[in-house]
């Protein structure tokens, strides 16, 4: 199994096969509108501006399972990223990251991390084979892995 073969809804319904994103640098994050993180929107804005020609998708998640942090429709949170930090990235449905319910999608990336996600803007990088390379807790910067972001898209 890889990265490839999942697909997820967008907040807006279209449905987004991950294949497409063969040959990119993916972070993918676990995301909250009313989180002590939330502001990380800005700097995950900027690394998707400043990498994505290079090959960077920036892909959020919503979650309302950390401290009931995201309690509106998936559209509502699209439409707060949008307009309090001008979020053009992709915003996906809300979804569960842990536990019986969670997304298929991060019970793979946790099981090839062999982390946990703990709370809100856990993030993941994957590289442009669609390995997983790292995983970061909230309280890493977007801006503070750019380093890392920039030697994958190398």
Same mark, same amino acid.
Request: hydrophobic residues 35%; negative net charge.
């Given at each position: 199994m890889s990265i490839y073969s999942f697909s997820a809804r967008k907040a807006n319904g279209e449905t987004v096969q991950f294949n497409q994103y063969k040959d990119r640098v993916m972070l993918i994050v676990n995301t909250a509108s009313e989180c002590g993180f939330t502001p990380q929107y800005a700097d995950l804005q900027s690394l998707h501006e400043s990498y994505k020609e290079k090959g960077l998708v920036v892909l959020g998640f919503p979650c309302n399972q950390f401290g009931g942090q995201e309690p509106g429709t998936s559209q509502e949170a699209e439409a707060f990223c949008s307009l309090n930090y001008g979020v053009t990235f992709p915003i996906f449905e809300k %979804?569960? %990251?842990k536990g019986p319910e969670a997304d298929p999608i991060f019970t793979y990336l !946790? +099981? +090839? !991390? $062999? $982390?946990e996600i703990k709370w809100n803007f856990t993030k993941f990088l994957v590289d442009r084979e669609g390995r997983v390379v790292k995983q970061y807790d909230s309280s890493v910067k977007p801006l503070d892995i750019a380093s890392d972001v920039e030697s994958l898209l190398a």
């Amino acid at each position: 199994m890889s990265i490839y073969s999942f697909s997820a809804r967008k907040a807006n319904g279209e449905t987004v096969q991950f294949n497409q994103y063969k040959d990119r640098v993916m972070l993918i994050v676990n995301t909250a509108s009313e989180c002590g993180f939330t502001p990380q929107y800005a700097d995950l804005q900027s690394l998707h501006e400043s990498y994505k020609e290079k090959g960077l998708v920036v892909l959020g998640f919503p979650c309302n399972q950390f401290g009931g942090q995201e309690p509106g429709t998936s559209q509502e949170a699209e439409a707060f990223c949008s307009l309090n930090y001008g979020v053009t990235f992709p915003i996906f449905e809300k %979804v569960d %990251v842990k536990g019986p319910e969670a997304d298929p999608i991060f019970t793979y990336l !946790t +099981e +090839e !991390t $062999g $982390g946990e996600i703990k709370w809100n803007f856990t993030k993941f990088l994957v590289d442009r084979e669609g390995r997983v390379v790292k995983q970061y807790d909230s309280s890493v910067k977007p801006l503070d892995i750019a380093s890392d972001v920039e030697s994958l898209l190398a």
